[in-house]
């Protein structure tokens, strides 16, 4: 069974440009979340969604991101517009149910020059 | 006041020692309570769940007191692989997991 996987492990974007980070969870699971860790700081939760369903996005900066999870394909973090502060690891976790085990993804590096 | 909150660190700690780490948090309604290790560079990965009743797996141990809001991780007999950073995880009924900063911990032969 694979375990969560992201693409791609390491993004290069310049000032302005937009990234897009893209997560698998593991076989079977509907639930996904979203985490950021800048540097030197702990992970900090961004949203959480279930297929085709934003269940809290309390984590989110209001503007320039959004997230999507769609019925067939991969979770989806987009961020538009991105600045220097967006530059950190992008943690995605998958989880079979309710109070489960949350499984991370080995992370996407974003740098922004 | 964090939600958790741990020690940084660093502990440098010699081969073979006996090593504690303490934790707390603030919300006193949280469900569900964790350590993970995550190495340098890498992703969180579960090491183990906390449970009131305090429970052990090998070498490691792990307690929860749950008037004092506190959490504790026992590593007993160090070996060089237990160094990395570890992380207290706290996991309300909202289901997003709150993690402290994280423990450093270099184990030195």
């Known amino acids: 069974n694979a375990g969560v996987m992201q693409n791609p492990r390491h993004l290069v974007r310049r000032r302005g440009q937009e990234a897009r980070l893209r997560c698998s969870p593991m076989k079977g699971h509907s639930h996904v979340y979203w985490y950021r860790q800048l540097p030197e700081e702990g992970l900090k939760f961004m949203v959480y969604l279930q297929k085709e369903n934003i269940i809290d996005e309390s984590g989110m900066p209001k503007e320039r991101f959004s997230a999507e999870f769609p019925k067939e394909g991969p979770s989806i973090l987009r961020i538009q517009q991105v600045v220097r502060g967006d530059s950190a690891a992008y943690f995605c976790a998958s989880q079979l149910g309710l109070q489960e085990t949350q499984y991370f993804g080995p992370g996407t590096r974003l740098l922004v020059l | 006041r964090k939600e958790v909150e741990q020690d940084p660190g660093p502990f440098n700690v010699p081969e073979g020692a006996t090593v504690a780490f303490n934790c707390t948090y603030s919300?006193?309604?949280?469900?569900?309570f964790f350590w993970y290790r995550q190495d340098c560079r890498k992703e969180p990965k579960l090491l183990m769940s906390v449970y009131s009743s305090g429970n052990e797996d090998g070498r490691f141990t792990a307690q929860l007191n749950r008037a004092s809001q506190y959490i504790s991780l026992l590593i007993r007999d160090s070996k060089l692989s237990d160094s990395a950073t570890y992380l207290c995880?706290?996991?309300?009924?909202?289901?997003?997991?709150?993690f402290g900063t994280g423990t450093r911990l270099t184990i030195i032969p």
């Open positions: 919300n006193s309604a949280s469900q569900s």
């Open positions: 995880v706290v996991n309300s009924m909202t289901e997003k997991l709150t």
